[in-house]
Structures are given as C-alpha cells and as structure tokens.
C-alpha cells in the first residue's frame, strides 16, 4: 500500500461515493473541493447514478457561496477506467455503497465508510427538506475538516485507516 506523502506539489485526490451520487456525495466534493486548500482534489461518483444533482444540494450550496461548476451526477465507472486521476482515498457516505462490490481502483487507495442519512430521502415540507440538506452538508463538513486536519505524512497505513474509520464513527 502506497502512503500519501504530502509536499508542497502533492495533491491528494479524493472520491466520495454514494448509490446515487446526487446529494451526499456531491456534498463531500464540493466541501472539500472548498476546504481542501490546494491540498486535496475532491471527487464524487455513484454506483447507480441518478443524472442529476439533487436541487436542494445546488441551493444550498449556492446559499453557502460553495462553486458549482463541474458538479454532474456520474458512475464511478468513470475513475476506474484508463486516464482516470489516480485516487489517494475513497469514502462511501450511504450505507448502500459501502455493501456494494466497488470497481477497482488503480494505486490502491486509502478507503472508510463515513455514512450520511439521505437527506433526498425525507418527507415533509420545503422546509424539512432544506433542514435534511443543512444536516447532511454539516456533517460531511465536520468529518472533512477532521480529515484535513490529520498529520497525514506521519502516520502509517494502519493508523490511517483506523483515524478515518474513527471520523466516520464521530
């Protein structure tokens, strides 16, 4: 297994899985896309893509002045096929892509489940629907930024994977 070794021209590539790909994990990439300061590169893919980004994703991503652009609903047969960025991690955020056989992924990359309730799941009002968003977005957020935060460089592959299995638990 290759460790990630931050430098100053590294940039470590990360793909947020989800069945869909049209809420939670477009969430992630566009969190970490904004957070990731020129250090990580973030990505979203599903195993049964739906074509579309889920409305209340883009308002609330808009609202949080987070950028749009390039946010498409994909299969993550896209990263697993010749010329695809090499991946240094891959997080499932739905607890249905975490059972699911994944495609291979070319450098053997870092992988945890980080599993997120489906916010385009829940019933009710605009307004229950929003708040859904809000608490999905806010804990990707937190379990991104506790991500980033990580002394990468000096921890061995076992400890790694142990720190992101313990964010996703968090």
């Known amino acids: 297994m290759r460790l990630t070794t931050q430098g ?51 308002d609330l991503l808009r609202r949080l002045r987070l950028p749009i652009e390039g946010l498409r609903s994909k299969s993550w047969d896209e990263f697993a096929a010749p010329g695809a960025p090499r991946l240094d991690f891959v997080f499932t955020v739905c607890d249905n892509a975490a059972g699911e056989i994944c495609p291979y992924w070319p450098g053997t990359p870092v992988t945890a489940h980080w599993g997120i309730p489906d916010p385009a799941a829940v019933e009710g009002t605009e307004i229950d629907r929003q708040l859904a968003f809000r608490q999905a977005f806010t804990a990707l957020e937190r379990r991104i930024k506790a991500f980033i935060s990580l002394p990468h460089a000096s921890l061995d592959a076992l400890a790694l994977r142990e720190r992101l299995a313990e964010i996703g638990r968090n």
């Open 8 to 58: 100053a021209d590294r940039i470590d590539n990360v793909l947020f899985l989800c069945t869909g790909n049209s809420a939670r994990s477009i969430l992630a990439e566009a969190i970490l896309n904004h957070l990731g300061n020129g250090r990580f590169r973030g990505f979203s893919a599903g195993s049964h893509p739906k074509g579309e980004v889920n409305p209340l994703a883009i």
